[in-house]
Each structure stands twice: as C-alpha cells, then as structure tokens.
C-alpha cells in the first residue's frame, strides 16, 4: 500500500517548508565518510476513516480514541471527527456536518449536534457513542500532538437480525489499493463494501471481484465515483448475479484515495468487518485466532499469473505445527481458494503462518472464524496483518473481555504492553513478555488500576524478530459467543527523514 510514501512525500514537504533548500549529508569521497543514519521523526498529520457502522435501528456503536504519548511530537495541535455525507445526499445537493450533524438543520435556525466523540491529548483515551440506522460513516484528521498513532475503534452491538452480534473495525488511513478475501455472494450473505472519500476532489475506483473460477463478469464496479467528503456503500451482489461461497474483492483506486472496508452479515453466523489483508506476499501471517474456534475457513488468493503453494503451520503455544491433513494449500493464478480447517485451535492460542514450498508468490489472505454452536454462533475474520513494528495501538479494551495475542513467528522477541488510563478514570499500567520462537501467547495483558470505562493497549517490540498482534473483544453477555478481533500492525506514527544541512549554494545554480 502507499502510506509510507505519502507520509514521505508530506515529511519532506514539512522540512522544506523549514529550513529553505537543503542538502543530504553525502560521503566526501575519501572512503572514510559516511552518511549518517535517517532520523525517525513524529508524523505531523494522519488521517482516519471510519465506515457507517450499521443498518439496522438496533444497532448501538461506540467509538473509542487514542494517542500514544510519542517522543518528539508537537506540544500543539488537535484532532477531529466529521460526518461524510452520503453518496446519494451529495448527488442530491444535501449538505453534511459534523459527526451527528442532521444535515440541513442549519437551515433551519437549529444548533447542529455535538460531534460523536472530541479526541483529547496524547495519553488520554475518550469515548462516545450513538445508536439507529443513521449513524454517517466518518471523516478524522489530527494534526501535530495527537497524530502520531492516532487510534479510533469503532465497536457496534446489534441486537438482532442479519449481522447480529459485534462488530468492530479500526478506523483506517486512506490509501490507492485494497484486497478483500472472504467476502462472499453466497445465499444467506449480505456483503458491502465501503468507500469513504476524505479529499476535495472526487475519487474514482474499480471494484473487481474474483471467485472460485476466476474474475466475475460485471461493469457495474467499473468508474465508481466517489464525490469529495462522502461515503458509498455498494451491495456485492449488484456487482455481480454469480452466488460464491469465497469471494476476493479488489479495490483499486483509479484517482484520488478513498478508505475501505467490507461489512459482511450473515444470516446465522452474524457478521463482522472485514478489513483489508496486508499487501501481497509469499510469506503471511494471520495472528490471534480465538482458541475455542469452533469453524475456521482460510481464503486465499494470489494476484500475478503465477499459481502459489503455500505451507500452513500453525503457530501454537508449543511452537509450529502443522495442521493434519492441511499441510499444503495451492492456489491458482487469479482464483480464490478456500479452505476449512475446522477447530484448527483445538482450544490453545493460535495464529496460521503461511509460507513458500519453494518459489516465492505474492498471496493475501483472511480467516473467517466462527465461536458458538447452534442458534449462538457468531463470526468474524483475521486478514493477514503486518507486523507491530515499533508501535501499535488498539483500543477500546474492557476489563475480562479483552484477550491480546502475541505471535513470534520466526525468532522469539520481547514486547513492551502498556496499558492506558480508563475512559473514565484510572491508573496506566506496563508488562513485559517474552514470545518464544514459533509461537503464539495469549497473555494476561496489563489492565489500568482503578479502570472505569475501557481503555487502550499499547503494543512496542523491544528486541528479537518480528512480533504480529491481535486483539479479540468479546460481548457483554456470556451466554452469547459474539467477538470481533483486529490486528495490530505498526502504527507509522514516525517516518525516516534523511539528515540534511542548508546548501544556499544552490540557489546560485
């Protein structure tokens, strides 16, 4: 994806901005220079897009935001969270407002509504919440104190009906490229994808779908405009009259920059978000499946003309082992492919790691994960995710309803787990854990002393290899098996910004 370069492209641009022309420090040619190492700098501004969370007048949604404290940041600066209007208010010449905002009211005389939650300071987690059908998908931007890994949850409970259950989906970047295994057209599914445009300008994307016997023939999904500050949500199955049990949605985006995601309901199994998988790779990781799965199905698809075969292994408590009679999977060139495993957890910690039998193929991937039996089943997915990184962050943890995996895939390595202050009140807290090589831990995260209200988790390699997260948040009620999970991939709340000197010399060129 093309967040890296767009926070470059706005670093450099910010350091222009300071110090005039500017000069890399280079070698001078004796042998015995070298340049010095690219500074890692705190992130100026970020954005976040938080899809409409539901249709249904059952639906209650809270939303959660938090900053970590970071190093170097900007003692200034805010954040905000605004109401996208409608696709078809917008082509309707209907305004929109700020988070809760009723549109035209200030036609009317009347005060428009609070927003749905005011972002506070770095260290501070604040939360809100709204409920119905109505509630506008979201538009944030934080600029200076509160940018660098900026969080926002959005956790929606739905009583009943199609989707019923949780669901919970982090509030992401905007970005040019999106891959989607497991959404599906199949009887009993109700899938969307949405789009939420953050820009002045309109965006124009393509929505390609590809199943068990390659593309789906359609044109419906081709030049779909999304107008500047809005959202759009497109029912898959007007994209396509084909039913598939395994779907890869593909989201490209022609110009401009949109956020993604794929609300998938179903009738029996509830439903979930269905977040982006990491960008094509040989080698992924799915990290934190629940332990008491009761259905795992694994969707794989490879974009290029190359067929892949994939080892799976599953990353247990114990180290990594290999599912029986799951030890290799192959998936042809542009076809989705999926795969049950079954209670692939057997009641421990776990997290698939897929890798190349031989030649290298870029793959994406996502798990749909079932818990419950019988009338009390719910789903929701684990995509492939990045690793933590230097930091990751998720929020909008409750006390005894929170479970965090930690997964070493390759060399062990030590994690640093913070835990924030309550919405409401309570003291941070800090552990230390260890990951052995191959395996996945859940461990008995940090929870803030004193907590009232939920609060954020803040996840920092310390040493070792690559760690990947994920949190799963399970419902109020105990007799219910609703989740929802979310991966923890770095925050990018810090870019590398080559050292640089002033060089007036160049103006005289």
């Not at 070698?27 to 501004?45: F, I, N, Q, W, Y």
């Not at 022609?254 to 790779?281: F, I, N």
């Not at 180290?319 to 209670?343: C, N, Q, R, W």
């Amino acid at each position: 994806m093309k967040r890296t370069t767009l926070s470059l492209i706005a670093c450099a641009t910010v350091l222009a901005a300071v110090t005039g022309f500017a000069a890399v420090s280079a070698p001078d040619g004796s042998g015995t220079d070298s340049a010095p190492p690219a500074a890692r700098l705190p992130v100026e501004r970020t954005s976040l897009l938080c899809p409409a969370p539901s249709t249904s007048d059952l639906a209650e949604t809270a939303y959660t935001s938090f900053t970590p404290v970071t190093k170097g940041a900007d003692a200034k600066g805010g954040a905000t969270l605004t109401a996208a209007e409608s696709a078809d208010a917008t082509e309707d010449g209907k305004g929109g407002g700020t988070s809760g905002d009723k549109g035209d009211k200030g036609d009317k005389g009347e005060k428009a509504e609070k927003p749905v939650l005011q972002p506070k300071a770095p260290g501070t987690p604040v939360a809100g919440d709204t409920s119905g059908a109505d509630t506008p998908a979201l538009i944030g931007t934080a600029e200076g104190a509160p940018a660098p890994g900026w969080t926002v949850q959005q956790t929606t409970e739905v009583a009943a009906g199609t989707g019923r259950g949780l669901q919970g989906v982090n509030c992401a970047a905007p970005d040019t490229e999106f891959w989607f295994p497991g959404a599906s057209t199949a009887t009993g599914r109700t899938d969307y994808v949405h789009l939420t445009n953050p820009d002045d300008s309109a965006a124009v994307v393509d929505i390609e779908l590809y199943g068990k016997d390659g593309a789906l023939k359609s044109t419906v999904g081709e030049g779909v405009t999304v107008p500047p500050h809005a959202s759009e949500s497109l029912l898959l199955s007007t994209l396509s009259d084909v039913k598939e049990t395994d779907l890869t949605v593909h989201v490209g985006v022609r110009s401009g920059r949109l956020g993604a995601a794929v609300q998938a309901l179903d009738d029996k199994t509830g439903g979930d978000w269905l977040t982006a998988s990491a960008d094509p790779a040989s080698d992924l990781v799915l990290p934190g499946i629940p332990k008491d799965a009761t259905a795992v199905r694994l969707v794989l698809f490879t974009p290029g003309g190359t067929d892949a075969d994939l080892k799976v292994r599953l990353a247990s408590p114990s180290g990594l082992i290999t599912p029986a009679g799951h030890e290799t999977v192959h998936v042809k060139a542009g076809m989705t492919t999926g795969v049950d495993l079954g209670e692939v957890t057997r009641g421990e910690a776990g997290s698939l790691v897929l890798t190349p039998t031989d030649r290298s193929v870029p793959v994406v991937a996502a798990v749909r994960v079932v818990r419950g039996k019988g009338d009390e089943q719910e789903s929701a997915f684990v995509p492939a995710s990045d690793p933590v990184g230097a930091r990751a962050t998720v929020v909008d943890n409750r006390a005894k309803s929170t479970t965090l995996a930690l997964t070493a895939s390759g060399e062990a390595a030590q994690v640093k787990v913070t835990a924030s202050a309550g919405t409401e009140g309570g003291t941070p807290a800090t552990k230390t854990y260890t990951i052995k090589a191959g395996t996945t831990q859940n461990v008995d995260a940090p929870v803030p002393a004193g907590l009232k209200g939920s609060y954020a988790l803040t996840v920092e390699t310390v040493s070792g290899g690559p760690v990947h997260a994920s949190r799963v948040l399970t419902g109020s009620d105990e007799d219910v098996a609703a989740f929802t999970v979310q991966t923890l991939p770095d925050d990018r709340g810090t870019v590398s910004v080559p050292n640089a000197e002033e060089d007036l010399s160049v103006l005289q060129k």
